[in-house]
């Protein structure tokens, strides 16, 4: 069982570049979000999808955007990347309100 | 906008020793309240989590006590081990959105 697979797990961009970070869940589960983790700042929320169809800004929108593809994946855009997006980037799921979050392995990416 | 606080930053225990970890929340609707420990290179991992009906949960070593009113909760780690050392996070829940706390690096020291 894989739980929650994030692609890639190290990327180094130029500024101004644009990528796709890649997730997917194999947990049947309703809820998918995207967080930043930054020294001193914990976990910040980015967007997050409650269910297929629907997404919501979290704390730090700006500068992403996301798809729900499907009940499994869900994607995370930066357009034009800045050094401010240098970041460590967690993708997690939940089966319903209140309950238990699977995070993935992480995704590390550097904007020069 | 919805806040969680987080204390202390940083804590270093003596092996067998106690800990406690504080945090506070700004969304008096929110409802769920889970503690996450994340090791090196890793994602978070659940480790105990304690709902607004509920005063106090223990689980062996672990406890988590909520005081609603005071929008107060804490993780409590008794006999703590080696391999308790890594990074606690505090959230707080209301409906589909999870707000995290802002860390606490815990170092036992052998």
């Known amino acids: 069982n894989a739980g929650v697979t994030q692609t890639p797990k190290f990327q180094v961009l130029k500024t101004g570049q644009s990528m796709t970070l890649q997730c997917a869940q194999d947990m049947n589960h309703n809820s998918m979000y995207w967080y930043r983790q930054d020294p001193g700042m914990g976990l910040r929320l980015i967007y997050y999808s409650a269910s297929e169809g629907t997404t919501d800004k979290g704390e730090v929108p700006n500068g992403y955007n996301v798809s729900r593809l499907n009940k499994r994946e869900f994607s995370l855009r930066l357009e034009s990347a800045a050094p401010s997006q240098t970041s460590v980037y967690f993708c997690?799921?939940?089966?319903?309100?209140?309950?238990?979050?699977?995070f993935g392995q992480g995704t590390r990416l550097t904007v020069v | 906008g919805e806040n969680v606080e987080q204390h202390p930053s940083t804590l270093s225990v003596q092996e067998g020793d106690s800990a406690v970890i504080k945090c506070t929340y700004s969304?008096?609707?929110?409802?769920?309240f889970p503690w996450y420990k994340q090791e090196l290179g890793k994602g978070p991992q659940l480790i105990i989590d304690?709902?607004?009906?509920?005063g106090e949960k223990k689980d062996q070593r672990i406890a988590v006590t909520l005081n609603k009113t005071a929008k107060h909760f804490s993780l409590h780690i008794t006999e703590t081990q080696p391999e308790d050392s890594a990074v606690y996070f505090c959230a707080a829940s209301k409906n589909y959105k999870y707000i995290f706390g802002t860390g606490t690096r815990l170092k036992v020291l052998a």
């Open positions: 997690a799921s939940i089966l319903g309100s209140s309950t238990e979050a699977f």
């Open positions: 969304d008096s609707a929110s409802n769920y």
């Open positions: 304690i709902r607004s009906n509920v």
